[in-house]
């Protein structure tokens, strides 16, 4: 990674990325943010007290972290070893993990997540089908540590009656989060979930008022949004989109078009934010190639604070916070391997490299709370 120039720099000598934020009524001291990293060490989805350390490791000071993909119902899992946020317990699990971080300062959102399709009969209650907009299953192999190598059981479309109730899952969901001491929720309707199963043409097939044109296949995730703002105040709600991305064969034939109209209409609920995928996060060859210019539509478009996210460094997060083409970067694959990163940051120090071979695996301590941090450094050595 590159050091960034003087010229970079604000009058108080901190590079972009370290330079302080608002967003909304919770002062950053930086903007580099821990993205929501699914990590699969919550045995029977309760939260565990491992991940106490693992948390409040990587929080600093008006720090913002973003919790792992939580499951909002019975129905919402598709990996094993993923938490939840649906049950008495597990809220009382994630108390400690949110007091952790905010001992040491930071502000702590959860991503509130149902996978869909996303899943198989081995996850779901009495052995159904996952729900989904369709009734099409995927029909790519998932090479993905402690899922199923081909989700092969097709889905059940969800019924137009049946829709309200999935919504009012995300709203509980959200309500107990408030419960367990979140500062706000991050509604997960990206990378091929069930959210973006109904936001995308490749997969929504839906005659209803929930299917056909844009409007009507953001229309489930515009009721979250407006189910959880009046449950917990717009205020305390992000939403993460991948308007551009594959994943999960979550493709659309204009992402363009759904990028704007995403963005404009999360605008008029004056929700916190969006953490919006780079384009560059794709998939398959075959994907028509985007880049970040791609997002600009929608950074105009909403007033809220706007995150990227996607293979970031240090030198491309100083750029686009430096440009103000965003107000604030997400790191996972690096923040998980440097819990100190913006420290590291700070100083232009090497980075510890990430271990693939251990991001999913059900250990509590390897690949999860062992990265150590960096040294204490003089202040002399921060980098200009």
């Known amino acids: 990674m590159g050091?960034?120039?003087?010229?970079?720099?604000?009058?108080?000598?901190?590079?972009?990325?370290?330079t302080p934020y608002k967003m909304g009524n919770f002062q950053l001291s930086h903007r580099v943010v821990l993205a929501p990293l699914t990590r699969q060490r919550s045995y029977g989805n309760v939260p565990q007290p491992h991940a106490v350390l693992y948390y409040s490791q990587r929080a600093t000071k008006g720090g913002l972290l973003i919790a792992e993909a939580t499951g909002v119902s019975d129905s919402a899992q598709g990996y094993t070893n993923t938490p939840g946020i649906w049950?008495?317990?597990?809220?009382?699990?994630?108390?400690?993990?949110?007091?952790?971080?905010?001992?040491?300062?930071?502000?702590?959102?959860?991503?509130?997540?149902?996978?869909?399709?996303?899943?198989?009969?081995?996850?779901?209650?009495?052995?159904?089908?996952?729900?989904?907009?369709?009734?099409?299953?995927?029909?790519?192999?998932?090479?993905?540590?402690?899922?199923p190598t081909i989700y092969s059981t097709p889905p059940r479309r969800l019924r137009t009656n049946e829709i309200?109730?999935?919504?009012?899952?995300?709203?509980?969901?959200?309500?107990?989060?408030?419960?367990?001491?979140?500062?706000?929720?991050?509604?997960?309707?990206?990378?091929?979930?069930?959210?973006d199963q109904f936001n995308k043409d490749s997969i929504n097939d839906r005659t209803d008022e929930y299917g056909g044109t844009i409007e009507n296949r953001f229309r489930f995730a515009s009721e979250i949004v407006e189910a959880v703002s009046n449950e917990i105040g717009a205020d305390r709600v992000g939403i993460?989109?991948?308007?551009?991305?594959?994943?999960m064969e979550s493709m659309d034939s204009n992402p363009e078009a759904l990028a704007l109209h995403m963005a404009q209409s999360l605008d008029k609920y004056g929700i916190l934010y969006c953490d919006v995928m780079e384009p560059r996060m794709k998939t398959s060859p075959s994907e028509k190639s985007y880049t970040h210019e791609d997002?600009?539509?929608?950074?105009?478009?909403?007033?809220?604070?706007?995150?990227?996210?996607?293979?970031?460094?240090?030198?491309?997060?100083?750029?686009?916070?430096?440009?103000?083409?965003?107000?604030?970067?997400?790191?996972?694959?690096?923040?998980?391997?440097?819990?100190?990163?913006?420290?590291?940051?700070?100083?232009?120090?090497?980075?510890?490299?990430?271990?693939?071979?251990t991001f999913n695996t059900s250990d509590p301590v390897v690949g999860y709370v062992d990265y150590p941090f960096l040294e204490e450094s003089d202040s002399s050595e921060i980098s200009t």
């Open 3 to 18: 050091s960034y120039t003087e010229s970079a720099m604000d009058t108080s000598g901190k590079i972009p990325l370290l």
């Open 87 to 147: 049950t008495k317990e597990q809220v009382e699990a994630w108390k400690p993990i949110v007091d952790a971080v905010h001992a040491k300062g930071g502000i702590f959102f959860i991503q509130l997540w149902h996978v869909g399709r996303v899943s198989d009969t081995s996850f779901q209650p009495n052995g159904q089908a996952p729900i989904s907009s369709t009734d099409n299953a995927l029909t790519l192999k998932i090479n993905y540590q402690n899922a």
């Open 164 to 195: 309200p109730q999935v919504v009012n899952d995300f709203k509980l969901a959200a309500r107990n989060a408030m419960e367990a001491g979140f500062d706000g929720v991050e509604i997960h309707a990206a990378n091929g979930y069930l959210i």
């Open 240 to 247: 993460r989109l991948s308007p551009f991305s594959d994943f």
């Open 295 to 357: 997002l600009l539509p929608m950074r105009k478009a909403f007033k809220g604070t706007f995150m990227v996210s996607g293979g970031y460094d240090r030198e491309e997060g100083n750029k686009v916070i430096g440009s103000n083409n965003a107000d604030l970067v997400l790191y996972g694959r690096w923040f998980l391997a440097n819990p100190d990163l913006p420290r590291r940051f700070e100083l232009n120090a090497p980075l510890n490299k990430y271990v693939g071979a």
